[in-house]
């Protein structure tokens, strides 16, 4: 299955009921594909944290020690 989520910038502020919307359905549909759409850009390496489904960071890719290892090299950038 495939999950597109457009205007997803607006998913960015934890704790909003977007953001935990999307927890859920990260949490409900685990081997779901998300494919994440906007036209808006994100204006710091932190706004792309909800993007867990990337598969930038996380166990077995460049940055095994999760988000935070990302977004320092990119911070730096």
């Known amino acids: 299955m495939q999950i597109a989520l457009d ?6 502020s934890e704790g ?4 935990k919307c999307l927890a859920k359905l990260d949490r409900m549909f685990p081997y779901s594909r998300f494919v ?3 036209a808006t850009v994100a204006e710091s390496a932190g706004e792309l944290k ?9 166990p077995e890719t460049a940055f095994p020690l999760g988000f935070t290892q990302l977004q320092a090299v990119l911070d730096k950038m």
Do not use: I
């Open 7 to 12: 205007e997803c910038h607006a998913l960015k």
């Open 16 to 19: 909003s009921n977007n953001h």
């Open 50 to 58: 909800y993007m867990s489904r990337l598969g930038l960071w996380g």
């Open 36 to 38: 994440y759409c906007s």
